[in-house]
């Protein structure tokens, strides 16, 4: 592995930079409101563009507490897709809402740079300023729609238990240096092979991280303040939270547990089932009850967090802890295509002052909009695990890996939690299609642009659903 400081945190400076020169841009475009969403988006174009140029090689930085690797840059390639994904469904949502300000674009760039350097994290002290990196800014975006009580009660709850997780996560951090003198994943690791680590101290250390990005990833029981804020805070910062936070999450706890600590399997596993199971159901049964659209998604958010940590329980078993991180990366990929394209409808119905959010709102969308009301039944059947769409490829990765590792009653359970949430997920088409209404959207050029892409990619993408496997396996063998 190369060492450079330089290249390995590349991207995040490009964007970093991009994003504290467009803060001082924008106080001089101020009437030209289109002007700092179009740079913000260019900004994420270069540093994906940098992102993608990186795959296949391998550096590190700074005394080893940064890597840059195909883990990385399968990530990184996804943050800064979602912060594009996220611009296009915010551009028209903003002025529709009286939400037009340029500090949103900025705040949105500093999360993506936060969420890339958790990717690239090699070192606990990083894992944490990552994730302060990638929170503050989705704290402020999370009540963007001040003076709105239901805005600023999602930020206060959101920035309270997101400061009160962070707390575990440096306590964690306390008790695993402790444990082996060093916060590096590599010495840690070494620590525990050659026998000089204090195990109980570390194990207790790891249940605190553990707990700390759980709030982070919104599993059970961590996930009280998930649909508070998805529900108050805007739609277009919701649908980019929940891809990015949920992602970057995920991203840390994989690059913990593989390089860190996998010696700590056996006893950390058991917890892990149970955190699977308990998400699983909680989050589908829950969504059963929910009227409004987005608090729906929010328990269906919870529902798909239990499915990722599927795999951090498969990861136990050495034969297919590869392929368990890969489909771990390739579901991320599968959920965010789908919920960026089920935002994208929610936006274009929902109205000022949250008008529009119900799911009786959505009766004759199928009559009067079918284009739209197609592309919600696509992103439906994909969250439900129907063929042929993302959702049903990334759902068969992840329980065959359960399945090969031998969590049996694991990937039981998976089956009959995602044919409960068939009853909610297809109680929206049944809406659309067979009950009579008047739903008025609003359609701009790039929000449609957004879901029909997304329609299309749930759709093609679950064809050549092999290639993208295999990327996210070659991903994650500079790991093993």
């Known amino acids: 592995m190369t060492t450079t400081d330089f290249l390995s945190i590349l991207p995040i400076t490009i964007l970093v930079a991009w994003a504290s020169i467009l803060l001082l841009v924008d106080v001089f475009t101020n009437k030209q409101k289109w002007l700092t969403p179009l740079l913000a988006a260019i900004g994420l174009t270069v540093t994906l563009a940098f992102s993608i140029t990186q795959s296949g090689n391998a550096y590190a930085g700074f005394n080893g507490m940064v890597v840059v690797d195909g883990f990385t840059s399968f990530l990184n390639v996804l943050f800064a897709i979602s912060g594009l994904a996220g611009i296009a469904l915010a551009y028209d949502y903003n002025k529709r809402m009286g939400l037009e300000r340029g500090e949103y674009y900025v705040l949105l760039l500093f999360s993506v740079s936060g969420m890339m350097l958790m990717a690239a994290a090699a070192d606990l002290i990083v894992v944490f300023l990552a994730l302060e990196l990638l929170s503050i800014p989705l704290y402020v975006l999370a009540g963007f729609a001040r003076p709105k009580l239901d805005s600023e009660e999602a930020a206060l709850k959101y920035f309270l238990l997101g400061a009160f997780a962070g707390g575990f996560v440096v306590y964690g951090v306390a008790l695993a240096f402790g444990a082996t003198g060093s916060t590096a994943l590599g010495e840690i690791m070494a620590a525990v092979n050659t026998g000089t680590a204090d195990m109980t101290l570390l194990l207790i250390g790891s249940a605190l991280i553990l707990v700390g990005f759980g709030f982070k990833v919104a599993v059970v029981p961590f996930q009280m303040w998930t649909p508070d804020v998805y529900h108050g805070a805007p739609s277009a910062v919701t ?31 058991p917890v892990m089932w149970v955190l699977a199971a308990l998400t699983m159901f909680v989050g589908n049964i829950v969504a059963i009850a929910q009227s409004n659209i987005k608090r729906m998604l929010a328990y269906s958010s919870i529902a798909h967090a239990g499915y990722i940590f599927m795999a951090l329980v498969a990861f136990g078993q050495q034969a297919v802890a590869p392929d368990a991180v890969a489909a771990a990366l390739f579901y991320l990929l599968a959920y965010a295509v789908t919920n960026f394209g089920a935002w994208s409808v929610v936006i274009a119905l929902e109205k000022a002052e949250g008008k529009g959010l119900q799911l009786d709102d959505y009766a004759g969308l199928g009559r009067k909009y079918p284009a739209l009301a197609a592309a919600m039944l696509v992103f439906m059947l994909s969250f439900t695990g129907i063929p042929p769409t993302l959702g049903f490829v990334g759902k068969f990765f992840l329980f065959r890996i359960v399945l090969e590792a031998g969590f049996v009653w694991l990937a039981i359970i998976g089956v009959l939690t995602s044919l409960i949430s068939a009853y909610y997920y297809l109680r929206v088409l049944v809406i659309m299609y067979m009950r009579d209404g008047e739903p008025e959207i609003s359609s701009p050029v790039l929000l449609k642009l957004t879901t029909g892409l997304t329609a299309v990619g749930t759709v093609v993408l679950s064809i050549v659903a092999v290639p993208l496997f295999q990327w996210a396996s070659q991903a994650v063998m500079k790991l093993f």
Do not use: C, D, I
Not at 255 to 265: D, E, G, I, K, N
């Open 239 to 269: 649908a980019f939270m929940a891809v990015g936070a949920k992602a970057a999450g995920f991203a840390a706890l994989l690059r913990v547990f593989v390089a860190a600590l996998p010696t700590l399997y056996e006893e950390l596993v």
